[in-house]
């Protein structure tokens, strides 16, 4: 070899150092910034003014819900979607599959502007009433988290050997029903857990649907905070980053030990 | 083998066929109801008047000076964080797989590489305020150190702010944006250089070519699709994206996102049509970087599989 190791060794820390550094630096800023709101000491008050501020529970609880409401839609229309392309469908996989990705091609944006066209206006006006238009936010959320959420079930699906379950299950007198809520969900729930982990990252930090659907959610609240205040949002990007990586790590951590806890696996 | 089978045979195969897609369809019916027609709303709207003619005249809005400059800027932010978010990534990935990096960093790097290519949105903007804003973290700490100014004179303190530096302008945001732009670079790149063989390097150093050498004739080409994908996929990956550079610049950036978002909430085109052309034109920029996405991922899987 030519090149000594040790030179090429030096390049890859190199890069590995300026990448952590790129990594941690604008997070121990920001953990820094926020602590810094009573001058000349270092304090918690940017966190607690954020924690007492009703407004900020509100939209934090409003978002919870609607992520908890989209994971139980998502889980309903993509668990027998898959199951039944991996069973008796295989051949509208490359349609599927397509569909699923759709949301990357279709910015978030664009997407809001045409459901607010679509449904402003008659026949069907669901924008009139706080409720509706929940209904309108969740289908919104389903879509944006469908390439995620459709990936999860997907390789969920794959690791269960979905035939020998099904045809065990008929032969025992289960119907279709029966299957899917016994035997196919509680086999899915690791790889459910990931894609419901996934989807609540997902809608607690969405901002364009809430927005533009103009319901009081986390993203709003934070995007007014940022206009108005300068050490709270700071707080409210570290409790962002603490939540949004408690899920993400969650999903390394249980799919980590996923291959042992599987009821059954080809 | 059709062709064989008796009519009844295959009038049954076919009622089969069907009734396999009848499971897909409460999938198929809400993908429709809330996909494909608000996005088909929005397309058929670019080419119809305001009567509700057809027209082709909405595509004027790409001669409007702002729109041409609202892509214009999009396009050069996606130019710029998949030009230098790819590099940098792809130096990341070498390094932490087979450039010998030690393992830890391997392990911290890949970690925060899955996490960090997620993290975007509203609190990324905060981060970056908090760390490089007008009294950021770093800009304070660079003020109170003393560092080289343009002529080669001790500046004390050094303000990046007097010296062109500004977070909330095109390269602040560039700066914020490779945040998530090089994890994912390192995310879809890695199992690219994972499976270069170590028997073509052998084959290249056995044939007496120097490091540089194999780099040039053995390992580019063949990594050139992979890099080429993962840089159009961070290219959508940013074309796409809005709220960051809204809570960064309160839409002071004209981006073709923003631009839109204004044209949804006040009508700035004076032409509710004009805004569908807008958007499909993002649309369409977005169809053609995923597609090649696609079909660079598909010749590179060739290579991959060991």
């Known amino acids: 070899m030519n090149v000594p190791p040790r030179k090429r060794n030096g390049w890859a820390i190199f890069w590995g150092v300026l990448a952590m550094l790129y990594f941690f630096v604008p997070l121990y800023g920001t953990l820094d910034f926020s602590l810094r709101m009573k001058r000349g000491e270092l304090s918690l008050m940017a966190y607690e003014i954020v924690l007492s501020d009703p407004r900020f529970w509100e939209s934090f609880r ?21 199951y039944w392309m991996h069973l008796r469908a295989p051949q509208a996989r490359p349609l599927v599959e397509l569909i699923a990705i759709l949301p990357f091609i279709i910015p978030t944006i ?11 206006r008659p026949p069907l006006q669901l924008t009139l009433t706080p409720l509706t238009t929940d209904v309108l936010i969740v289908a919104g959320y389903v879509v944006v988290s469908m390439p995620y959420m459709f990936r999860a079930v997907d390789i969920g699906m794959r690791t269960i050997d979905v035939r020998t379950l099904t045809e065990a299950a008929q032969s025992l007198g289960s119907n279709w029903f029966r299957v899917l809520a016994d035997v196919i ?25 809430a927005s ?5 959610a986390l993203g709003p609240y934070m ?44 | 083998m059709n062709v064989v089978l008796p009519i009844t045979l295959r009038s049954t195969e076919r009622r089969r066929l069907i009734w396999n897609w009848v499971g897909l369809l409460p999938f198929f019916a809400f993908i429709l109801f809330f996909f494909i027609i608000p996005s088909f709303n929005l397309f058929t709207g670019a080419f119809l008047n305001r009567s509700g003619a057809f027209t082709l005249e909405n595509v004027a809005v790409f001669r409007n000076p ?58 990324l903007a905060f981060a970056f305020i908090a760390t490089l804003g007008r009294t950021g973290f770093l800009t304070a700490l660079l003020k109170s150190i003393c560092l080289p100014g343009p002529q080669g004179e001790q500046v004390c303190p050094f303000n990046p702010y007097d010296y062109g530096f500004n977070l909330y302008s095109l390269g602040g945001l560039v700066l914020a944006y490779l945040y998530f732009q090089f994890p994912l670079m390192v995310l879809t790149i890695t199992p690219a ?17 120097s490091g540089l050498q ?17 840089a159009l996929l961070l290219f959508s990956n940013s074309f796409g994206a809005y709220a960051t550079a809204q809570a960064l610049t309160g839409g002071n950036i004209p981006l073709v996102t923003i631009f839109i978002g204004q044209q949804i909430r006040g009508d700035v085109l004076g032409n509710p049509h004009e805004g569908y052309a807008l958007a499909l034109g993002m649309v369409i920029i977005m169809a053609i970087t995923i597609a090649a996405y696609g079909v660079l991922q598909r010749q590179t899987s060739r290579w991959i599989r060991a």
Request: aromatic letters at 12%; glycine letters at 8%; hydrophobic letters at 55%.
């Open chain 1, 62 to 82: 409003y978002s919870a819900v609607m992520a908890v409401i989209t994971i139980a839609v998502s889980a309903l229309i993509f668990v027998p979607t898959v």
């Open chain 1, 110 to 120: 664009v997407y809001v502007f045409g459901l607010i066209r679509t449904f402003s």
């Open chain 1, 185 to 209: 969900f509680p086999n899915l729930r690791l790889a459910l857990l990931s894609g419901a982990l996934i989807c609540f990252a997902t809608v607690m930090g969405e901002l364009i649907l």
């Open chain 1, 212 to 216: 533009f659907l103009v319901r009081p």
């Open chain 1, 223 to 266: 995007q007014l905070l940022g206009l108005t205040k300068a050490y709270e949002p700071a707080a409210l990007a570290i409790i962002s980053y603490a939540l949004t990586w408690l899920s993400l790590g969650l999903i390394q951590f249980f799919s980590r030990s996923a291959a042992s806890q599987q009821l059954t696996g080809r």
């Open chain 2, 66 to 123: 702002n729109v041409i400059r609202a892509y214009l800027t999009s396009l050069q932010v996606s130019f710029l964080t998949a030009a230098l978010g790819g590099a940098f990534g792809f130096f990341v990935a070498y390094s932490v797989t087979i450039g010998g990096a030690p393992r830890w960093m391997r392990s911290v790097i890949m970690t925060f590489s899955g996490l960090a290519a997620n993290f975007g949105g509203v609190p």
């Open chain 2, 193 to 209: 250089i994972e499976g270069l063989r170590r028997e073509w390097r052998e084959a290249a150093d056995s044939l007496g070519a």
């Open chain 2, 214 to 230: 194999y780099w040039r004739d053995v390992a580019l080409p063949v990594l050139t699709p992979s890099i080429l994908g993962a």
